[in-house]
């Protein structure tokens, strides 16, 4: 959000406002709060999207305790992704036009009525698509997807372990991976193993079963890869699985800087021993650098999307400033897939 440009100003004269949820401080779900907002014109090269969709999502929730080394500062509107229509632009906008329909990912700011955007930061989205798809799309899907195509390269027929595997990032890895023909196990607490077993995955359960014996009972040659979320605390387990040749991705953020100087030299160290396998990193940050890559995966996701492919699990719709209330459900343990924050006239058909 942007302090030093125009105010919007009502026929009437007075400031026109929106509202936005903020973490005021460290802490669970409580500190989520609704406040409301002057509401500004955007300044040159920016446009102003009406948010229609936003995920709520693991990353959304390190943020707000400060669980990641690269926490925002509070008070802060969380919101890793938005879906919108752009409703403003500012002067020097040339690619983007009033009423298209967008999304970006934001890190921050997408729990709002209203953000303003960098021109250069937008993903053009199918106006055909569902709002709240598409919102799953820009981290959940995309994540799995240059995961399994750009850092681990998969052939089909290869066997890979998913770590963490009922929740949003894990449910779109079940799916891709399914359509790339892989063989996919999958950790996930025993409540939650029907969604595995529906997406063809098999399913073991982490708190009563040693995921490593049972993996290596059923595949003495080893996994090609291993994808785990949860910031490296599974590294030298899931490195064990491995055959030659085999790769283990971390996308998880470790908890805090130290933590993520720890896996850092863990990486360097495996990398650079003569064991035949690698271990790589993967984060969203690279979009700044090279667009283009991620461009191209958008628009293959919507096109799977569009084509009927792929079909996000969304367990809850929330009105977006009631985003404390699903912030608290996804802490709660229990959910399979994904929630989505919509605007409050995409929720009608949704109870
Ligand atoms: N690098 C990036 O750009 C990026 C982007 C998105 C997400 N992420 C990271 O990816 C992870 C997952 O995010 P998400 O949005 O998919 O979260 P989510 O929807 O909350 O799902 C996480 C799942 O992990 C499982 N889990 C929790 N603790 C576990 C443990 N100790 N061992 C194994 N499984 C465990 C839970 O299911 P069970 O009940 O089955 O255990 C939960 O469903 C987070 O760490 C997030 O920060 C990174």
């Known amino acids: 959000m942007e302090e030093n440009v125009c105010q919007e100003i009502t026929k009437e004269g007075n400031p026109m406002k929106y509202k936005c949820v903020i973490v005021t401080e460290r802490g669970g779900p409580e500190v989520l709060h609704v406040i ?29 305790y400060g669980h990641t080394p690269f926490a925002p500062k509070t008070p802060f509107v969380p919101g890793y992704a938005v879906v919108g229509i752009v409703d403003a632009v500012g002067e020097r906008v040339t690619r983007t036009a009033v009423g298209d ?31 709240a798809d598409v919102a799953t799309i820009i981290l ?140 790589k990193l993967y984060g969203t940050g690279a979009f700044r650098f090279r667009k283009r890559p991620f461009l191209e995966d958008w628009a293959t996701l919507f096109e799977l999307l569009e084509e009927g492919k792929i079909s996000p699990i969304i367990l809850r719709r929330f009105p977006i400033l ?6 608290e459900l996804l802490e709660s343990g229990t959910v399979v897939g994904n929630i989505v924050l919509l605007a409050p006239e995409l929720l009608k058909n949704h109870g």
């Open 36 to 64: 409301e907002n002057d509401l500004h014109a955007p300044s040159a090269g920016k446009v102003r999207v009406r948010i229609l969709a936003a995920p709520v999502c693991g990353p959304d929730v390190s943020a707000r």
């Open 101 to 131: 329909r967008v999304a970006a990912l934001t890190v921050s700011g997408g729990y709002a009525e209203y953000i303003l955007l960098d021109e250069d930061h937008l993903i053009p989205v199918p106006s055909t698509l569902d709002p």
């Open 140 to 279: 959940n899907y995309l994540v799995a997807y240059q995961i399994l195509h750009r850092k681990a390269q998969v052939r089909a027929g290869d066997k890979v372990l998913v770590i963490g595997a009922s929740g949003g990032v894990g449910t779109a890895f079940l799916q891709l991976a399914r359509l790339a023909n892989l063989t996919v196990y999958g950790l996930a607490s025993k409540s939650k193993h029907g969604v595995l077993t529906d997406l063809d995955a098999i399913p073991i359960d982490y708190y009563t079963q040693d995921f490593v014996k049972v993996i290596k009972e059923a595949e003495p040659d080893g996994l090609d890869a291993v994808f785990d979320g949860m910031g490296g605390t599974y590294l030298a387990r899931g490195f064990s699985l491995l055959k030659h040749g085999g790769t283990w991705v971390a996308y998880g953020n470790p908890l805090s800087f130290s933590r993520l100087m720890r896996l850092l030299g863990q990486v360097f160290l495996l990398n650079v021993l003569p064991n035949g396998k690698s271990v």
């Open 322 to 327: 009631e985003a404390a209330k699903a912030n």
